[in-house]
């Protein structure tokens, strides 16, 4: 079992910038395939972002291409999701998932293919 803790949201002004964390524990972090999701108030859970567990490999959800990275560090067992020019649009609660994997250049973009969730982080951005 991995758990899975989410950091770093918060209130941003529109055009601003935030760096989210999510720190793992348990089993071995280096072969999760890991993802960022976002909910918003009245909206159904949507992917964000994802990352191979080689870091060889990302994809991203049209609507934050350009603007959010996401990273991973198999050191301290941690992803990110930096955040830039943020728009009020971006407001959700963020979910950081993880599945363990064979394939070190796989990313995964549903919801139905990630095990494990964490409890989530605000991110408020105001206009």
Same mark, same amino acid.
């Given at each position: 079992?991995?758990?899975? #803790?989410?950091? *770093?949201? *918060?209130?941003?002004?529109?055009? *601003?910038?935030?760096?989210?964390?999510?720190?793992?524990?348990?089993?071995?972090?280096?072969?999760?395939?890991?993802?960022?999701?976002?909910?918003?108030?009245?909206?159904?859970?949507?992917? #964000?972002?994802?990352?191979?567990?080689?870091?060889?490999?990302?994809?991203?959800?049209?609507? #934050?291409? *350009?603007?959010?990275?996401?990273?991973?560090?198999?050191?301290?067992?941690?992803?990110?999701?930096?955040?830039?020019?943020?728009?009020?649009?971006?407001?959700?609660?963020?979910?950081?998932?993880?599945?363990?994997?064979?394939?070190?250049?796989? #990313?995964? +973009?549903?919801?139905?293919?990630?095990?494990?969730?964490?409890?989530?982080?605000?991110? +408020?951005?105001?206009?």
């Amino acid at each position: 079992q991995v758990q899975l #803790v989410e950091s *770093g949201g *918060g209130l941003v002004q529109a055009g *601003g910038s935030q760096r989210l964390s999510c720190a793992t524990s348990g089993r071995p972090f280096s072969f999760y395939a890991m993802g960022w999701f976002r909910q918003a108030p009245g909206k159904e859970r949507e992917f #964000v972002a994802a990352i191979s567990w080689s870091a060889g490999a990302t994809a991203y959800a049209d609507s #934050v291409k *350009g603007r959010f990275t996401i990273s991973r560090d198999n050191v301290k067992n941690t992803i990110y999701l930096q955040m830039n020019n943020l728009t009020p649009e971006d407001t959700a609660v963020y979910y950081c998932a993880a599945k363990a994997v064979w394939s070190s250049i796989l #990313v995964l +973009t549903t919801i139905d293919e990630y095990e494990h969730w964490g409890q989530g982080t605000q991110v +408020t951005v105001s206009s």
